[in-house]
């Protein structure tokens, strides 16, 4: 018995969603911070005499920092959202004409 497409992606979902909460489950008073801080942190202990090699421009506060990755999540959606809808359309057209071309 073959699994239809959106069975799979009900499984897939519930997958990607079993391993996000084992993360919490597994330690749930963990702080699940950003990875700038570690990395120097991590450069530090690994080389401490290490001098970054480039400084950023401008770094924009913390609000609009946050602005900016929420518009980033909000293009990779639509981007996303996009591509999905095109292969569907695709996929309606196709047997669209698959049905008109039936001689039945």
């Known amino acids: 018995m073959r699994m239809s ?18 993360a919490f489950i597994a330690s749930p008073s963990a702080e699940f911070g950003g990875s ?8 530090a202990n690994i ?6 090699w480039f400084e950023s421009p401008w770094s924009p506060p913390g609000e609009t920092e946050s602005l900016l990755f929420a518009l980033q999540a909000a293009i990779g959606a639509v981007i996303i959202g996009y591509f999905i809808g095109n292969e569907r359309g695709k996929k309606a057209a196709r047997k669209k004409m698959e049905e008109a071309n039936d001689p039945r």
């Open 5 to 22: 497409p959106k069975g799979w992606y009900v499984v897939g979902f519930s997958v990607i969603m079993a391993i996000c909460m084992a």
């Open 36 to 43: 700038d801080g570690q990395g120097e942190e991590e450069i």
């Open 47 to 52: 080389d401490p005499g290490y001098e970054p």
